[in-house]
C-alpha cells in the first residue's frame, strides 16, 4: 500500500505557473504508475496526466498537452505536475493517484488505488 501527499497548490494568476509535487510513502514507489486528475466542485473527477512507473510514458489529457508536464523522481518518492500558462478553467482540485503495483500507466479513473486529499489550484482572471 502506498500513501499520497500533493502540495503545491494555491492562488496564482491567468497564464502563470504552478508546480504541484506528489509524495509517496512506503518503498517500492517505482512500481506505481502515477496519474494527476482534477475535480470542480459539482463535477465528475478527470484525467489530467499519467506517468509510467519508469517515466518513460506519459499520457495527457488534451487541456493539458502543451502547457502540463508531469515528471517523476524514484529517488526521492515525488511524481510532479508542471502546469504553465494557467487558465482560469483549470481552476479545480487537483489529485494525485496511484495504481496497484506493477500496473501499467491508464488514463482512466478506475484503474487507481490509492488517492491523496487533493489540493486546491485556484487561477484568477
Known amino acids: 500500500q502506498v500513501q499520497l501527499v500533493e502540495s503545491g497548490g494555491g492562488l496564482v494568476q491567468a497564464w502563470g505557473s504552478l508546480r504541484h509535487s506528489c509524495a509517496a510513502s512506503?518503498?517500492?514507489?517505482?512500481?506505481?504508475?502515477i496519474g494527476w486528475f482534477r475535480q470542480l466542485p459539482g463535477k465528475e473527477r478527470e484525467f489530467v496526466a499519467a506517468?509510467?512507473?519508469?517515466?518513460?510514458?506519459?499520457n495527457y489529457a488534451d487541456s493539458a498537452k502543451g502547457r502540463f508536464t508531469i515528471s517523476r523522481d524514484n529517488t526521492k518518492n515525488t511524481v510532479y505536475l508542471q502546469m504553465n500558462s494557467l487558465k482560469p478553467e483549470d481552476t479545480a482540485n487537483y489529485y494525485c493517484?496511484?495504481?496497484?503495483?506493477?500496473?501499467?500507466?491508464?488514463?482512466?479513473?478506475?484503474?487507481?488505488?490509492?488517492w491523496g486529499q487533493g489540493t486546491q489550484v485556484t487561477v484568477s482572471s
Open positions: 512506503g518503498r517500492a514507489f517505482s512500481t506505481y504508475a
Open positions: 506517468i509510467s512507473r519508469s517515466g518513460g510514458k506519459r
Open positions: 493517484a496511484a495504481r496497484a503495483a506493477l500496473s501499467a500507466v491508464t488514463i482512466f479513473i478506475v484503474g487507481y488505488d490509492y
